[in-house]
T-cell receptor, first 115, second 114 residues
Framework: EAQVTQNPRYLITVTGKKLTVTCSQN?????MSWYRQDPGLGLRQIYY???????DKGDVPEGYKVSRKEKRNFPLILESPSPNQTSLYFC??????????????FGEGSWLTVV | DAKTTQPNSMESNEEEPVHLPCNHS???????IHWYRQLPSQGPEYVIH???SNVNNRMASLAIAEDRKSSTLILHRATLRDAAVYYC???????????????FGQGTTLQVKP
């Protein structure tokens, strides 16, 4: 079954304590991306990756890091989390092509609370 | 900057058609228009996408204006399970290549009444 798997699904952490949210896909997709969803602001893109070792900033990259060492994994790193990073996070993946029409698969989301 | 605009909410009666509009006046020539929906406590799921021509699939139809500055998602017969937040998304391209950037609208919350 085609899946994008995120872990953890729920996390409460303290300000400044580094954390990593993992994302893994089993569809051999080149493209992976992270989003955050906040009330009234909708979904906003944090970072994306077009392939292994290729990453780029989305609309709201501040305070986040990513890496893409393997095709299937795209972890989101919060080096020093702050309360304004409390949000619902989604990872997504899709195949790449020369056109932008490929279906995007989303994970189930990770609820992160920073106190 | 690319942007999509959607109404905050819409209501429909069960078994009736629903037309969900989206304005994307800043769209570029090769940007794709995607529609996704999100049920409570779930990630967005694919509904339909298109470039220039109208598109149909088993879930919905997508009508794209001739100038591509707007589109309409059509649910032919709304059911209670169609109650969700519907997102209009631009998948940005540069020439014929995918840039990797996605622009989400604010989403339209669809309420379906029995």
């Amino acid at each position: 079954e085609a899946q994008v798997t995120q872990n953890p699904r729920y996390l409460i952490t303290v300000t400044g304590k580094k954390l990593t949210v993992t994302c893994s896909q089993n569809m051999n997709h080149e493209y992976m991306s992270w989003y955050r969803q906040d009330p009234g602001l909708g979904l906003r893109q944090i970072y994306y990756s077009m392939n292994v070792e290729v990453t780029d900033k989305g609309d709201v990259p501040e305070g986040y890091k990513v890496s893409r060492k393997e095709k299937r994994n795209f972890p989101l790193i919060l080096e020093s989390p702050s309360p304004n990073q409390t949000s619902l996070y989604f990872c997504a993946s899709s195949s790449m092509g020369t056109v932008a029409g490929n279906t995007i698969y989303f994970g189930e989301g990770s609820w992160l609370t920073v106190v | 900057d690319a942007k999509t605009t959607q109404p905050n909410s819409m209501e429909s009666n069960e078994e009736e058609p629903v037309h969900l509009p989206c304005n994307h006046s800043t769209i570029s020539g090769t940007d794709y228009i995607h529609w996704y929906r999100q049920l409570p406590s779930q990630g967005p799921e694919y509904v339909i996408h298109g470039l220039t021509s109208n598109v149909n699939n088993r879930m919905a139809s997508l009508a794209i204006a001739e100038d591509r500055k707007s589109s309409t998602l059509i649910l032919h017969r709304a059911t209670l399970r169609d109650a969700a937040v519907y997102y209009c998304i631009l998948r940005l391209s540069h020439g014929s290549s995918n840039t990797g950037k996605l622009i989400f609208g604010q989403g339209t919350t669809l309420q379906v009444k029995p």
